[in-house]
Structures are given as structure tokens and as C-alpha cells.
């Protein structure tokens, strides 16, 4: 009998240890945040995979001394084991290893996580725990969301944004927002939960309000389009739940509170809500600009429609199928997610990657019809907030990457493993055993010493990271300010630290062309060639460096490679240059000549004037004839440095009604009027 209480004490103290253990790691990717480095929120990754992976070790060992394997079956075991074996076959066809086998390892982690804990919370007070702990996270990053927002006032602005006002310890105010939306359901079904007490249901209301507050400075549109869908699966759930306890007067009063303290926060917001929806379809949305991403991501999985393209290395392979002409609609150089999960998933992993998804999705439909038909009283309510945070999560990342940034991830997980973890009176209670080998319980502590040997290699790994990311920032702050010479310095600086930064590889190969060092420019070009084929200004970058070295040829064949990526005026205009350093005439006047076109396309002013300049010194009459000069003219009809050079070309034209009209548009202008479109 000793023994066996002895037993039953080792098992909870184990259960104790990964219990806590779960908890330390939603802490440490919560709240874990750097200053003075250029990514605040670079060691969310170094925290999941010391946490999670010493849960993960503590999980194997605890079970390999035991005499019997033992482990409740759940539908999630299999079905996230399946999504992971899709995500590691697109590996297959990944453009770059290094990237996929990082992403893939910050995945396994966050799935194995997932399947421990559906074990875990089969037992009824670690599941009430952890759904507490889940609401005490909530009001911690709403604390450190006003805690930063306060401090950003005092010089901490690296924390904070001051377009989108806040971003918690997410590090961007779109995640922060897919937080929210996720929580927001699943604290408000906790209203009705018999158990609440009536001094913590105002404490809820309270943090629910903040909530809602927080989401909706967050400015993201995704989020609250997110919540809307979730708040009507919340709604349509919930009232044939309380219909079975109270009559309808009583419900009737309890939703006209509630959406009545919806519609007065609403109002409130009105003028944030009415500002960004109204912008929606402008050219200053960011709705726009994705577009680009929705049509590239699409290309990239008909590309590659079985495998995808390599899971978790989208910004690796996403320059290869969008426009070059991207830049038109402001969209970003660098683009790392598509902002839609499914389009991602789609291009990564391919139709294996979104069917194994798709399962997932369905399986959880079919939990949750199970669970609120037979379940207990108080577990369906859980059951409506877990799932419609779930849902609301989904329809924001039609939209957001937040289901690809760790914090977020890691708790949508756990969400549905909460959920799978409740146990319906349909559903038979399923628990497996098989004999452990002896070998396995003579070496069950193995895995914790192969753990800290690994550790022992990744913590310099991760400080080295962390050393190089700071350096990054000091180079970046001296290069806007115009020292290209220090930006080197401290480029080259975390080069040595890390080296597998593509952003710190590029912009120490662009400081170093700048600062005349093209030999290093050229070498530093090519490793990230070699690992990024078409990283943004790469090829232009090794393009100067090849034709400064003396390799004319050869820099203004890649000067065209780097156009078919992004046909930029810049570009162009360089192209004219070397045409003209080796005395090309021919291809320097059509090159002069695309600049026209791709100028009054974008609208971009830059380089015409100069390109003026130059045509009308090179070029006879004929030539300059073909010159869309009308088009320029109508289009940068304001821009005095433009219309100037235009009044001079117009006299060797025949056109001679265009010469007046020009005359009179510049005695129109003034330095006043006059701006730069």
C-alpha cells in the first residue's frame, strides 16, 4: 500500500512540474521582450524552445520510467500528427533548408506542446487551472499594454506605436489584436458559468470591457471583423444553452445589457472604427497592398500544388512569383507572411498542408457539436468560448499573420486542446497502455542530459543572435542618419556575431558598396543569393559591386536580373548609367526611354529630370519624338524641375501647339504650387 501512495505521489508531482512547466512557457512568450535591439520580441523563439523543450524532455522521461505507457486517445493526437508530416514533406522542395527546418522545429515544439497538454488537461482541476491562467494572461498583457503605452512617453518608443497605439509584449499591434480577439469570447462565456462568483463576474466584466477597449485601439480591422464572426457563433451557441436554465425575459434582459455596453463602447470609438474602414479600398490601406500578397502566394501554390514550396520560408520563395511592379501599391520590399493562413499554408505545404488543416477544422466543429449535446452544464459554456475564440481567430487570419507569431500560435493550440479535452458522456473514455522496454527505464533520464547538452550549445547560439540584433539596430540608426561608414561597422559587427540574418547580410553588403568596399559587397551579394534568390536589391547591390570591380558585362546583365524582380525607376536609371559609362548609346536611349514609362506609370518623379537631360544630349530629333513626353507632361504637370526640361525638349519637336501648352502651364506655376507627385 506504501508503495503505491508513493506512486501516486511521484505521478502528481510529475503532473505538478509539467502543469507549472506549461505555465512558465505561456509566461515567458507573453511577456519576454527586448529594448535597444531592432526586433523587441527576438527571444519569444529562444523561450519556446528552452521551456517547451524542457516540458517536452520532463514529458519523455517521466514516461519512459514508468512500467506502462499510458495515454488517453483523443482525434487531435492524430490529426495534428498528420498536419506535421504535411508541413515536413514540403520540405522536399524547400528553396532554402535552414529557414524550413527552424520553422518546422518552432512547430513541432508548439504540436508536441499541444499533444502533452491534451493529456494533461484531461484532468478536471488542471484543465479549471489552466482556463484561469489563460484569463490572468489576459489581464497581465493588458497591464503591460498600458504599462508600455504609458512609458512610451518617456523614451521607451521602440515598445510602442504611435499610429496603431498599442502592442502589449506582441511586438506589432496586429498581433496584439489577434490576441485579443481569441480571448475576448472565452473570458465571456465565463460569465455564465455556475461556479463564477458574483465579486469575480464584475472583476470579468471588467477585464472583458478593457479587452474590448484594448482590440479596438489596436486599429485592426482583421481583428474586429474576427470578433464579429466569433461574437455571432458565441451568440447562436449560447442561447439555446440558457434557454434550458432561465426563461426569456431573463435572457432577453441579459443580452440587452450586453449589447447595449457593446453598442455605448461602439459609439465611443465611432470616429476609429468610421477612419479605418473608411480607408479600406484606398491606396493608403493595407488591404491594398495585399492583394499583392494574396495573388503571389496563389502563383506560388499553383506552382508547386502537392508539396508546396517549403514550409515556414514564404519570404524565401514570395519574390519569385509577385509582380515587379509591386512597389506601385506601396507594397513592402520584404513581405515574411501572406496575411492570410490559408493562402500561406496553401503556398507553403500545398493541398496535403491544407487538407491535413482542414481536417483539423473539422474535427473541431464536430468536437464542439459533441460537447455542448453531451457534455455537463458548466463545461458547454467553456466549450462556446473556446471554440468561438477559435472561430474568431480563424476569420482574422484571413487577413493577419498572428497565427504564425508564437504567442498567438501557441495559444490557439492550447485552445484546442482545451477543447478536445473536454469530455463528452458520448464519447467513450479511451486510455492505452503497453509495457515499457527495460533499456528505455534504465536510461528514462537521458533525455533530460541530452536536453542540457543541447542547451549548453544553443544558449551562445541565441546570445550571439541577440548581440547581432542589437548591432543591427545601432547600424540602422547610423545609416538614416547618413554615416554609412559606422553603419558598416556595426553591420559587419553582428555579421560576425550571426550570420544567418538575410536583413543584416543585406544591409552590410549595401553599406559596403556605398563605402566602396565591392569586393565584400560582391561576396556578401552572393551568400545571400545563394539562401534568398531573390531577396529584395540583392541583385542590385551585387550588380554595382560586379561593374565597379571592373565586370561590366557581367553587372549590368544582373542589374537586369534584379528588374525582372522589381522594375523599379531606381534600377532603370542605373542601368541607363552603366550604358552610358561604356558608351552604349543605342540601349542607354531605350533604357532612358522605359524610365519614361515606368515613371509616369508609378507616378514616381525621381529620376526624370536628370533622364530629360540626358536624352536631349544623346538623342536627334527622330528619337526624341518617341519620347512620351505628352504623358510626362500631363502627369507631372505641377513639378517645375519636370516641366522645365520638358520646355527645352519641346523646341526640337515639330509638335509646336505641346510648346505653348507648356509655356503657359510654367507661367502658371509658382515654388508655392509646385510639389513633386
Same mark, same amino acid.
Given at each position: 500500500?506504501?508503495?503505491?501512495?508513493?506512486?501516486?505521489?511521484?505521478?502528481?508531482?510529475?503532473?505538478?512540474?509539467?502543469?507549472?512547466?506549461?505555465?512558465?512557457?505561456?509566461?515567458?512568450?507573453?511577456?519576454?521582450?527586448?529594448?535597444?535591439?531592432?526586433?523587441?520580441?527576438?527571444?519569444?523563439?529562444?523561450?519556446?524552445?528552452?521551456?517547451?523543450?524542457?516540458?517536452?524532455?520532463?514529458? +519523455?522521461?517521466?514516461?519512459?520510467?514508468?512500467?506502462?505507457?499510458?495515454?488517453?486517445?483523443?482525434?487531435?493526437?492524430?490529426?495534428?500528427?498528420?498536419?506535421?508530416?504535411? +508541413?515536413?514533406?514540403?520540405?522536399?522542395?524547400?528553396?532554402?533548408?535552414?529557414?524550413?527546418?527552424?520553422?518546422?522545429?518552432?512547430?513541432?515544439?508548439?504540436?508536441?506542446?499541444?499533444?502533452?497538454?491534451?493529456?494533461?488537461?484531461?484532468?478536471?482541476?488542471?484543465?479549471?487551472?489552466?482556463?484561469?491562467?489563460?484569463?490572468?494572461?489576459?489581464?497581465?498583457?493588458?497591464?503591460?499594454?498600458?504599462?508600455?503605452?504609458?512609458?512610451?512617453?518617456?523614451?521607451?518608443?521602440?515598445? *510602442?506605436?504611435?499610429? &496603431?497605439?498599442?502592442?502589449?509584449?506582441?511586438?506589432?499591434?496586429?498581433?496584439?489584436?489577434?490576441?485579443?480577439?481569441?480571448?475576448?469570447?472565452?473570458?465571456? *462565456?465565463?460569465?455564465?458559468?455556475?461556479?463564477?462568483?458574483?465579486?469575480?463576474?464584475?472583476?470579468?466584466?471588467?477585464?472583458?470591457?478593457?479587452?474590448?477597449?484594448?482590440?479596438?485601439?489596436?486599429?485592426?480591422? #482583421?481583428?474586429?471583423?474576427?470578433?464579429?464572426?466569433?461574437?455571432?457563433?458565441?451568440?447562436?451557441?449560447?442561447?439555446?444553452?440558457?434557454?434550458?436554465?432561465?426563461?426569456?425575459?431573463?435572457?432577453?434582459?441579459?443580452?440587452?445589457?450586453?449589447?447595449?455596453?457593446?453598442?455605448?463602447?461602439?459609439?465611443?470609438?465611432?470616429?476609429?472604427?468610421?477612419?479605418?474602414?473608411?480607408?479600406?479600398?484606398?491606396?493608403? #490601406?493595407?488591404?491594398?497592398?495585399?492583394?499583392?500578397?494574396?495573388?503571389?502566394?496563389?502563383?506560388?501554390?499553383?506552382?508547386?500544388?502537392?508539396?508546396?514550396?517549403?514550409?515556414?520560408?514564404?519570404?524565401?520563395?514570395?519574390?519569385?512569383?509577385? #509582380?515587379?511592379? @509591386?512597389?506601385?501599391?506601396?507594397?513592402?520590399?520584404?513581405?515574411?507572411?501572406?496575411?492570410?493562413?490559408?493562402?500561406?499554408?496553401?503556398?507553403? +505545404?500545398?493541398?496535403?498542408?491544407?487538407?491535413?488543416?482542414?481536417?483539423?477544422?473539422?474535427?473541431?466543429? /464536430?468536437?464542439?457539436?459533441?460537447?455542448?449535446?453531451?457534455?455537463?452544464?458548466?463545461?458547454?459554456?467553456?466549450?462556446?468560448?473556446?471554440?468561438?475564440?477559435?472561430?474568431?481567430?480563424?476569420?482574422?487570419?484571413?487577413?493577419?499573420?498572428?497565427? &504564425?507569431?508564437?504567442?498567438?500560435?501557441? $495559444?490557439?493550440?492550447?485552445?484546442?486542446?482545451?477543447?478536445?479535452?473536454?469530455?463528452?458522456?458520448?464519447? *467513450?473514455?479511451?486510455?492505452?497502455?503497453?509495457?515499457?522496454?527495460?533499456?528505455?527505464?534504465?536510461? @528514462?533520464?537521458?533525455?533530460?542530459?541530452? @536536453?542540457?547538452?543541447?542547451?549548453?550549445?544553443?544558449?551562445?547560439?541565441?546570445?550571439?543572435?541577440? &548581440?547581432?540584433?542589437?548591432?543591427?539596430?545601432?547600424?540602422?540608426?547610423?545609416?538614416?542618419?547618413?554615416? *554609412?561608414?559606422?553603419?558598416?561597422?556595426?553591420?559587419?559587427?553582428?555579421?560576425?556575431?550571426?550570420?544567418?540574418?538575410?536583413?543584416?547580410?543585406?544591409?552590410?553588403?549595401? $553599406?559596403?558598396?556605398?563605402?566602396?568596399?565591392?569586393?565584400?559587397?560582391?561576396?556578401?551579394?552572393?551568400?545571400?543569393?545563394?539562401?534568398?534568390?531573390?531577396?529584395?536589391?540583392?541583385?542590385?547591390?551585387? #550588380?554595382?559591386?560586379?561593374?565597379?570591380?571592373?565586370?561590366?558585362?557581367?553587372?549590368?546583365?544582373?542589374?537586369?536580373?534584379?528588374?525582372?524582380?522589381?522594375?523599379?525607376?531606381?534600377?532603370?536609371?542605373?542601368?541607363?548609367?552603366?550604358?552610358?559609362?561604356?558608351?552604349?548609346?543605342?540601349?542607354?536611349?531605350?533604357?532612358?526611354?522605359?524610365?519614361?514609362?515606368?515613371?509616369?506609370?508609378?507616378?514616381?518623379?525621381?529620376?526624370? $529630370?536628370?533622364?530629360?537631360?540626358?536624352?536631349?544630349?544623346?538623342?536627334?530629333?527622330?528619337?526624341?519624338? &518617341?519620347?512620351?513626353?505628352?504623358?510626362?507632361?500631363?502627369?507631372?504637370?505641377?513639378?517645375?524641375?519636370?516641366?522645365?526640361?520638358?520646355?527645352?525638349?519641346?523646341?526640337?519637336?515639330?509638335? /509646336?501647339?505641346?510648346?505653348?501648352?507648356?509655356?503657359?502651364?510654367?507661367?502658371?506655376?509658382?515654388?508655392?504650387?509646385?510639389?513633386?507627385?
Amino acid at each position: 500500500m506504501k508503495k503505491k501512495s508513493r506512486n501516486i505521489q511521484n505521478e502528481s508531482y510529475e503532473l505538478h512540474i509539467l502543469e507549472y512547466g506549461l505555465y512558465l512557457l505561456l509566461a515567458s512568450v507573453y511577456f519576454v521582450i527586448s529594448i535597444d535591439v531592432y526586433d523587441n520580441t527576438i527571444l519569444k523563439p529562444t523561450m519556446l524552445c528552452i521551456f517547451g523543450g524542457a516540458i517536452i524532455v520532463v514529458w +519523455c522521461s517521466y514516461r519512459w520510467k514508468e512500467n506502462q505507457f499510458q495515454f488517453i486517445f483523443s482525434p487531435l493526437l492524430p490529426l495534428i500528427g498528420i498536419y506535421f508530416a504535411t +508541413c515536413l514533406l514540403s520540405l522536399i522542395v524547400t528553396k532554402n533548408i535552414d529557414v524550413s527546418r527552424l520553422n518546422l522545429l518552432y512547430l513541432f515544439i508548439i504540436l508536441a506542446i499541444t499533444g502533452i497538454a491534451t493529456q494533461l488537461l484531461q484532468k478536471e482541476e488542471i484543465h479549471k487551472r489552466f482556463l484561469n491562467f489563460l484569463t490572468l494572461l489576459a489581464a497581465g498583457s493588458c497591464a503591460a499594454a498600458l504599462t508600455v503605452e504609458f512609458y512610451s512617453g518617456f523614451g521607451i518608443t521602440i515598445l *510602442a506605436d504611435s499610429s &496603431r497605439q498599442l502592442i502589449s509584449t506582441f511586438g506589432n499591434t496586429t498581433y496584439f489584436g489577434g490576441y485579443l480577439v481569441m480571448l475576448i469570447p472565452f473570458i465571456a *462565456a465565463q460569465l455564465f458559468l455556475e461556479s463564477t462568483s458574483g465579486r469575480k463576474k464584475i472583476l470579468l466584466c471588467i477585464l472583458l470591457a478593457v479587452l474590448l477597449g484594448m482590440l479596438l485601439l489596436t486599429r485592426t480591422r #482583421s481583428a474586429w471583423i474576427g470578433l464579429a464572426f466569433g461574437g455571432v457563433t458565441f451568440i447562436s451557441l449560447t442561447i439555446p444553452l440558457l434557454k434550458e436554465k432561465y426563461n426569456s425575459k431573463k435572457i432577453r434582459n441579459v443580452f440587452f445589457i450586453a449589447l447595449a455596453s457593446t453598442a455605448l463602447l461602439l459609439l465611443y470609438f465611432s470616429e476609429t472604427i468610421i477612419q479605418r474602414f473608411s480607408i479600406l479600398f484606398t491606396e493608403q #490601406s493595407s488591404f491594398i497592398r495585399r492583394i499583392e500578397f494574396y495573388e503571389s502566394a496563389w502563383k506560388a501554390f499553383l506552382s508547386s500544388p502537392v508539396f508546396g514550396n517549403g514550409f515556414g520560408s514564404f519570404e524565401v520563395f514570395y519574390p519569385l512569383f509577385r #509582380s515587379n511592379e @509591386y512597389w506601385m501599391s506601396k507594397s513592402e520590399d520584404i513581405v515574411v507572411h501572406a496575411h492570410n493562413e490559408y493562402l500561406e499554408i496553401l503556398s507553403e +505545404c500545398g493541398i496535403l498542408g491544407f487538407v491535413a488543416f482542414c481536417a483539423l477544422l473539422f474535427y473541431v466543429g /464536430k468536437k464542439t457539436k459533441d460537447s455542448i449535446s453531451f457534455s455537463h452544464s458548466s463545461d458547454r459554456f467553456i466549450v462556446v468560448g473556446l471554440v468561438s475564440g477559435i472561430v474568431a481567430s480563424l476569420v482574422d487570419n484571413l487577413g493577419n499573420v498572428s497565427l &504564425r507569431i508564437i504567442p498567438v500560435q501557441l $495559444t490557439w493550440w492550447l485552445m484546442v486542446a482545451a477543447l478536445f479535452s473536454i469530455k463528452s458522456n458520448k464519447e *467513450a473514455h479511451q486510455e492505452f497502455s503497453f509495457p515499457v522496454p527495460v533499456f528505455f527505464r534504465k536510461i @528514462y533520464l537521458l533525455p533530460i542530459a541530452a @536536453y542540457f547538452v543541447i542547451l549548453f550549445l544553443y544558449i551562445p547560439r541565441e546570445v550571439h543572435r541577440f &548581440r547581432a540584433d542589437r548591432l543591427t539596430l545601432d547600424g540602422y540608426k547610423f545609416e538614416i542618419g547618413g554615416n *554609412a561608414t559606422a553603419a558598416f561597422s556595426s553591420y559587419s559587427s553582428g555579421l560576425h556575431q550571426f550570420a544567418e540574418n538575410p536583413f543584416l547580410l543585406y544591409n552590410t553588403a549595401g $553599406t559596403a558598396a556605398q563605402t566602396g568596399r565591392f569586393e565584400i559587397a560582391l561576396a556578401l551579394s552572393d551568400s545571400l543569393i545563394k539562401k534568398y534568390p531573390a531577396y529584395p536589391k540583392s541583385h542590385l547591390i551585387r #550588380s554595382v559591386s560586379l561593374f565597379q570591380s571592373g565586370n561590366k558585362k557581367e553587372g549590368i546583365e544582373e542589374l537586369k536580373k534584379e528588374i525582372t524582380f522589381r522594375c523599379h525607376p531606381q534600377s532603370i536609371a542605373l542601368l541607363a548609367q552603366m550604358y552610358e559609362e561604356i558608351k552604349d548609346s543605342t540601349n542607354e536611349i531605350n533604357t532612358l526611354n522605359n524610365l519614361f514609362l515606368i515613371s509616369v506609370k508609378s507616378g514616381n518623379s525621381d529620376y526624370i $529630370t536628370n533622364a530629360l537631360n540626358r536624352i536631349m544630349q544623346i538623342a536627334d530629333k527622330s528619337t526624341l519624338e &518617341r519620347i512620351p513626353y505628352k504623358k510626362i507632361a500631363e502627369k507631372f504637370s505641377s513639378n517645375m524641375e519636370i516641366i522645365k526640361p520638358l520646355i527645352l525638349l519641346s523646341k526640337n519637336l515639330p509638335d /509646336k501647339e505641346f510648346e505653348q501648352t507648356l509655356t503657359k502651364q510654367w507661367e502658371k506655376i509658382t515654388p508655392q504650387d509646385s510639389t513633386s507627385e
